[in-house]
C-alpha cells in the first residue's frame, strides 16, 4: 500500500486519468461552445472533423490553404495521444507490476522454506 501510494503521489493522479480521457481533445471557440475531437479514431477522421469545425467556424478560410497546417495538426495531436497513453500505461505498469511481483517471491520464498510441499490439513 505504501508503494502504490507514493508512487501515485510522485506521478501525479490526473497522469493515471489520461489513460481513459487521453482520447479527447477539447477546443473552445470564440462563442464559448466546447468542441470534442476523436483522437483515438484514424488520422482521416480527425482530418475531416478538424475541417469541418474549420468550415463552421470560419467560412471564409480557404480549405486548400488550410490542408497543409492542418496535417501538420493531426500528426502533432496524434503524437501528443500517443505520448499521454504511453505515460498512463508506464504509471499503471510501474504502480502495479513491483507489489504483485513482491508477492510472487513472497509466496514461492514461502512455499521453499516449507520444503516443496502442498499444505496439509489435519485428519478428524
Known amino acids: 500500500m505504501l508503494w502504490i501510494g507514493l508512487v501515485v503521489y510522485l506521478i501525479e493522479p490526473k497522469t493515471y486519468t489520461r489513460f481513459w480521457r487521453a482520447g479527447v481533445y ?3 471557440s470564440s462563442d464559448g461552445r466546447v468542441r470534442q475531437f476523436n483522437l483515438a479514431g484514424s ?4 482530418a475531416a472533423d478538424i475541417t469541418a469545425w474549420i ?15 492542418r ?26 507490476l513491483p507489489p504483485v511481483a513482491l ?12 520444503g516443496f510441499r502442498p499444505r496439509t490439513q489435519p485428519l478428524n
Do not use: H, M
Not at 43 to 46: G, P, V, Y
Open 71 to 96: 496535417d501538420e495538426l493531426v500528426t502533432a495531436l496524434k503524437s501528443e495521444y500517443q505520448a499521454e497513453l504511453d505515460e498512463a500505461k508506464t504509471a499503471w505498469l510501474l504502480t502495479v
Open 26 to 28: 477539447e477546443v473552445k
Open 43 to 46: 488520422q482521416t477522421e480527425l
Open 103 to 114: 508477492l510472487g517471491f513472497g509466496l514461492c520464498i514461502f512455499w521453499i522454506a516449507r
Open 55 to 69: 468550415q463552421a467556424q470560419r467560412p471564409d478560410i480557404n480549405i486548400s490553404e488550410f490542408e497543409k497546417d
